[in-house]
């Protein structure tokens, strides 16, 4: 099976600060690849599909790139709103394996 | 609008069984493909399986096979996952979840989880 790993686990920044979140996954899945955001206590939330496509009604500071396997989200200006988890999952065929996540808290 | 609502909360006593229940609303139930993940208190998300509500076949992470079945009822567009010889590790949220479209298996529609403690 396909594993996924992100890095880095855990960050603390500043409001305002540029966030790169990485997902690597051990072999290619083209652009199968989708980006969630679970805040404290809440539903996991669909942010990106297609590697770099923004669901609807997700703010535009939020946008992915990669393909094959190494795939990038990038918060571009960190919101007080945006702590949370952050999980990459990869969707090109079964097992659909989720990234152990990275926890973004605001320094 | 697309809706999945779950069973409630559960504890279960280590080696017995589970049936969680999954019942979509607001699309034709039949067209998009649920999936189950579940989440252990403080940890990452899991995946579980996928089921194809129209044919009823159902795809599962290996970790879980033998243990896990995942099944639906048309008449009432409902999904069920059970999952037997339960262990305290089991202890989790279970959330069903819908993928966004036919052509994209990303999970967009989720269902509010069901709590289940696994505790002698």
């Known amino acids: 099976d396909i594993q996924m790993t992100q890095s880095p686990s855990s960050l603390s920044a500043s409001v305002g600060d540029r966030l790169t979140i990485t997902c690597r996954a051990s072999?290619?899945?083209?652009?199968?690849l989708a980006w969630y955001q679970q805040k404290p206590g809440k539903l996991p939330k669909l942010l990106i599909y297609?590697?770099?496509t923004l669901q609807s009604g997700v703010p535009s500071r939020f946008s992915g790139s990669g393909s094959g396997t190494d795939f990038t989200l990038i918060i571009s200006s960190l919101q007080p709103e945006d702590v949370g988890s952050y999980y990459c999952?990869?969707?090109?065929?079964?097992?659909?394996?989720f990234g152990p996540g990275t926890k973004v808290e605001i320094k | 609008q697309v809706h999945l609502v779950q069973s409630g909360a559960e504890v279960k006593k280590p080696g017995a069984s589970l049936k969680i229940s999954c019942e979509a609303s607001?699309?034709?139930?039949?067209?998009?493909?649920i999936h189950w993940v579940r989440q252990a208190p403080g940890q990452g998300l899991e995946w579980m399986g996928v089921?194809?509500?129209?044919?009823?076949?159902?795809t599962y992470a290996q970790k879980f096979q033998g243990r896990v079945s995942m099944t639906r009822d048309t008449s009432t567009s409902t999904v069920y996952m059970d999952l037997s010889s339960l262990r305290s590790d089991d202890t989790a949220v279970y959330y069903c979840?819908?993928?966004?479209?036919?052509?994209?298996?990303?999970?967009?529609?989720w269902g509010q989880g069901s709590l289940v403690t696994v505790s002698s």
């Open positions: 979840a819908r993928v966004e479209g036919m052509l994209v298996a990303a999970l967009n529609y």
């Open positions: 607001g699309y034709t139930f039949t067209t998009y493909y």
């Open positions: 089921i194809n509500p129209s044919a009823g076949s159902a």
């Open positions: 072999q290619g899945i083209g652009n199968y």
């Open positions: 297609a590697a770099s």
């Open positions: 999952q990869k969707y090109n065929s079964a097992p659909f394996t």
